[in-house]
């Protein structure tokens, strides 16, 4: 009976030099909300979605530090839908990296990542590109525009990159900061993900007001001769009650171009954070013979988040997307078919718990 105890103990001596250099941290967000979809001519749909304020994940993340301010490290994140328990694509298809850091000389991080251009766009979006009234409605390959003709109906690069390599600067530069990514096709194609990615960001942020500008480039077989060009610019301000932010991103691929502009607000008060934004999508050109120019739109969101405690809280958006020409964007969720010029709004209630 002594001998387990005796074992046991001498595992923990024996491991004890080797968990004392490192650690690995199991993180992660829940979130649902009831949603309600109303498109119209074609009546309103309920459904009980996961993701609208942060989208549900699980993260395992680990550091190890090297001395003398050198630390190794790896970030896995896996997406899933907390109202069915699936897995939302590859299982660590969100973040997969690893990393070699210097407080010096700056991060070298290899795997699956962000481009630049998300990076430099996301932060801007006090929806954080999620949920009814979320930019990324404006981000899909679902309308005939540059995104489509650049990746058809595949998994497309304007917020990650496979393959990835990326040199990210250190901080303590007086404010500025950005990242470099490159990344090969590997002999692939569009529909396997095959994208030859370049992409560049900088920023600089002091006293209140943070600037950013990003352009990021990508080549398949489906872009042919020319590249998808997803460049952004923007900045906002901390008043201190309230902070404003400003954005424009253009997409382009060949004679095609989407140009979003996005302008928002977030006023806290108290333990409520109220948010505001309104995003206008301008497309301009042709996709092959297809005439785009008046396939516009805009978005108009508005919610509160009130904050339980540091890890929970309860919010609500409402949303409204008025479409012009053939443009058929939507508040995801809602029944389809929707025709070209037509309405899309979005209402919904959750609550987001992260661990």
Known sequence: MKIIPLAVALLALAAGPVLAQGSVTIAGVADAAARVVDNEGLGSSKSLVSGSNATSRLIVRGVEDLGGGLSASFHLE????????????????????????????????????????????????????????????????????????????????????????????????????????????????????????????????????????????????????????????????????????????????????????????????GLADFKASVVQANMAGSVDANVIDANDALQIGLGLVYNLSKRTALYATVSRIDNEGAATFVVPGGPSGLAGGKTSSGYEAGMRHSF
Do not use: C
């Not at 003709?149 to 900061?177: D, H, K, M, Q």
């Not at 352009?215 to 020319?226: F, M």
């Open 78 to 269: 896996h997406g899933f839908a907390i109202d069915t328990g699936t897995a939302i694509g590859g299982f660590w298809e969100r973040r997969s990296t690893v990393s070699l850091a210097s407080s010096t000389w700056g991060e070298l991080r290899a795997g699956r990542d962000y481009v630049p251009s998300y990076v430099s766009w996301v932060r801007y979006d006090p929806f954080s590109h999620v949920g009814a009234a979320g930019s990324n409605n404006f981000g899909t390959s679902g309308q005939t525009g540059p995104i489509r003709a650049a990746f058809g109906t595949n998994a497309n690069t304007t917020v990650r990159s496979s393959n990835a390599v990326e040199y990210i600067l250190p901080g303590g530069l007086a404010g500025l900061e950005g990242g470099l990514l490159v990344a090969a096709d590997e002999g692939g194609t569009a529909a396997t993900g095959g994208n030859k990615v370049l992409g560049l960001r900088l920023g600089w942020s002091g006293g209140g007001l943070a600037v950013s500008a990003a352009r990021t480039t990508t080549e398949n077989d489906l872009t042919g001769a020319d590249e998808f060009i997803d460049t952004t610019i923007g900045g906002r301000y901390d008043f201190g009650f309230m902070r404003l932010s400003a954005a424009w991103r253009r997409f382009e691929q060949a004679s095609a171009r989407q140009t979003n502009v996005m302008l928002a607000a977030l006023i806290p008060v």
